[in-house]
């Protein structure tokens, strides 16, 4: 099975949005990746550079697994 994620091992909660500042995931997200289905991750990620953007946080590498 795939492991896609959007984790480039920069582990810090953003206090004012919530987001990871590394892959843009909340932590909720990030508890529940390796329960959540390929197409649930696909789909969370495909949205995260425009979360980022929108909450103002910088772009950092993507990569997918």
Request: proline share 6%; aromatic share 4%; glycine share 10%.
């Amino acid at each position: 099975m795939s492991q896609d994620t959007p984790c480039i091992a920069v582990c810090m909660i953003d206090p004012t949005t919530k987001l990871c500042f590394g892959c843009g995931r909340t932590l909720p997200e990030i508890a529940r990746w390796g329960g959540m289905s390929r197409d649930e991750r696909l789909a969370v990620m495909d949205g995260l550079a425009s979360r980022m953007n929108d909450a103002g946080l910088p772009a950092m590498a993507r990569k997918r697994g």
